[in-house]
């Protein structure tokens, strides 16, 4: 299969690309910024806020990974416009299947950018084009970037009461490529790590691992989208869960000598080559919610 990925720069995208590799599809990936096309991964130019590229970049391909999306501070402009677009030109190019990558919970506590993906999700849903929606709970690579972030301050603030369930980019990502190849199916899945805990938990495990000394301060994070998280909107009950743990992604086993190193080295989602923190397209594309400073809302 021909496969487009649009936010492909971003956390998901950069675990996603080689997993569609290793299952013998053809890669297309969509940036906004010309980059040249290595390996079997075709990079392609467009931009879904204005449109511009989309058409060309959907035409021939036989499913679309759609990951790009505003994050929390894009106000949807990717989430609800670019995804109409991109509906639009998947349409005219008779593309018959679209997986859109989303966030567990969007469903109960549609609040904030949550709406926005909700409202994506509605979008595809009477698209007429063949469809399937994977929500995941919070990536355990955006965590760890968050709280990378945060390593500068004195104190970590820490909410006891908010649950957490970071799942695995690289399991999340099998499961994607595992659904693009059985084709659309017009229902919603849910995905999330193999454990649920709390935020002190969470950052002192994150802290241990980094050899990092920092106090946790208790405090309660205002907000209705915390509170939503309070209460449990945010983590799944769902059968189907990651096996990689918090504690085994920040102690992670020491990788396999392999005769095709190259490989395994672009294949790790936690590989330097995979992490585009200094990507212009993450401020859009990236699609990563993770750990934030407690905000009012």
């Known amino acids: 299969m021909r496969i487009l990925v649009t936010g492909a720069t971003g956390t998901l995208g950069g675990a996603l690309l080689p997993a569609l590799l290793r299952a013998g599809h053809q890669v297309r990936a969509l940036s906004r ?15 879904l806020v204005s449109g511009k590229g989309v058409p060309d ?28 677009r991109l509906l639009l030109a998947a349409r005219e190019a008779r593309v018959p299947h679209l997986l859109y990558t989303s966030i567990v919970g969007v469903d109960r506590a549609a609040i904030g950018h949550l709406r926005h ?36 301050v004195p104190v970590m603030l820490v909410d006891r009461s908010l649950p ?7 399991e999340v990502a099998a499961l994607a490529a595992s ?8 229902r919603e899945y849910e995905f999330g790590g193999p454990e649920v805990m709390n935020t002190e938990e969470l950052v002192r ?15 309660h994070y205002p907000g209705r989208l915390y509170a939503a998280q309070r209460d449990g909107e945010l983590t799944t009950d769902a059968d189907s869960r990651g096996i990689i743990s918090w504690r085994d992604y920040l102690h992670p086993a020491p990788p396999a000598l392999s005769d095709d ?36 809302s």
Do not use: M
Request: aromatic share 6%.
């Open 164 to 170: 957490w369930q970071p799942v695995h980019t690289g």
């Open 261 to 296: 190193f190259a490989s395994e080295h672009t294949a790790s989602p936690t590989s330097p080559a995979n992490q585009p923190e200094n990507d212009p397209d993450l401020h859009v594309y990236g699609g990563d919610e993770g750990y934030e400073r407690p905000t009012r």
């Open 57 to 84: 970049a959907v035409h021939g391909v036989d499913a679309i990974a759609h990951l790009a999306t505003s994050g929390p501070k894009g106000r949807g402009a990717v989430d609800v416009p670019g995804t109409h």
């Open 179 to 186: 659904l693009l190849a059985s084709g659309p199916e017009g």
């Open 33 to 47: 910024k010309e980059r040249g096309s290595s390996g079997r991964v075709e990079w392609v130019w467009g931009d």
């Open 205 to 219: 495990t994150w802290l241990e691992a980094r050899n990092v000394r920092r106090p946790c301060l208790p405090v």
């Open 117 to 152: 993906k909700l409202e994506a999700e509605r979008l595809i849903g009477e698209s007429g084009i063949g469809w399937t929606v994977l929500r995941a709970t919070r990536y355990q690579q955006s965590l760890d970037q968050r709280l990378r972030a945060y390593a500068s």
